[in-house]
């Protein structure tokens, strides 16, 4: 889950890009289309989902990229300061929805800066500068020496 919206067709619906995406996820074309209305009933976005994305404000984008990246149940899940777009609704919905999939993937990799998300989810952590490790450590070890840079 590091680019939600690769290989999304800003002149495709909705509709049209869960199947894209979610081809390009891994699924069979059949298995992408029962994820229409899973996504639709996630993003709360009805009907808009038969309107071409480009349409679509960044919020509903972010909703629709969101819940099709998610429907899939990976063993290793990559993140990439994955949390905090959208309505405070949508983020709630959002949160749970990642501690469903960290619940069914064996490894979580997150790369944030949100300290509250890393002390949430993570058992271990590392700190990176410029590609170099800096520290490697127990998740209050490390954002101690965070805090301290």
């Known amino acids: 889950m590091t680019d939600l919206t690769m290989g999304m067709d800003s ?8 199947i ?3 081809i390009l996820l891994g699924m069979t074309r059949r298995e992408a289309v029962s994820f229409i209305e899973p ?3 996630f993003t709360e976005l009805g009907d808009r989902l038969q309107y071409p994305i480009r349409t679509y404000s960044t919020g509903m984008l972010l909703r629709l990229a969101f819940a099709i990246s998610t429907s899939i149940r990976p063993d290793i899940l990559i993140m990439d300061e994955m949390i905090g777009a959208g309505d405070a609704h949508f983020v709630e919905k959002a949160r749970r ?14 790369c944030s800066h949100n300290l509250a998300m ?3 989810f993570c058992t271990s952590a590392v700190l990176m500068d410029d590609g ?3 520290a490697r450590g127990s998740v209050d070890d490390v954002i101690a020496q965070y805090e301290q840079r």
């Open 39 to 41: 996504v639709r009933a």
């Open 132 to 134: 170099q490790l800096i």
């Open 20 to 22: 894209i995406r979610g």
């Open 97 to 110: 929805r990642v501690q469903d999939l960290i619940g069914v993937s064996s490894i979580l990799a997150v």
């Open 118 to 120: 890393i002390r949430e």
């Open 11 to 18: 002149d495709a619906t909705g509709e049209e890009n869960i």
